[in-house]
């Protein structure tokens, strides 16, 4: 989770509409990435510690919320700002 407030971090500090669009949708990946690897963590550990099961669960809950909220600023900041500033003012390379 610190490459999501890294990268949290680094989009509040951009001046560039499309590159803050780029940096939010990396931390949406990487809290994707971290649900997953929660949910790998309480599959591979198969313990019988309800503390470390309930911590596992809050963790995977947040890093979906944070997903969530993440996506939501993405598809916000899309909507107010016109896809011609956007694009003019970055050049958006697609895989």
């Known amino acids: ?9 680094a989009s509040q ?6 590159y ?3 940096k939010l949708k990396i931390v949406a ?14 599959v591979v550990t198969n313990t019988d510690s309800i503390h470390l099961s309930n911590e596992i669960k809050k963790l995977t ?7 969530a909220i ?9 909507a ?3 896809k011609f500033y ?3 003012n970055f050049v958006i390379l697609k895989p």
Do not use: D, Q
């Open 1 to 9: 989770m610190s490459s999501v407030g890294a990268n949290y971090t």
């Open 86 to 88: 956007i694009t003019m």
């Open 20 to 22: 803050f669009i780029y």
């Open 13 to 18: 500090r951009v001046k560039l509409t499309a």
């Open 70 to 78: 993440i996506v939501s600023f993405i598809k916000k900041t899309k």
């Open 29 to 42: 990946e990487e809290a994707g990435e971290s649900h997953y690897f929660f949910e790998l963590i309480a």
């Open 61 to 67: 809950y947040e890093s979906n919320e944070i997903t």
């Open 80 to 82: 107010i700002i016109p």
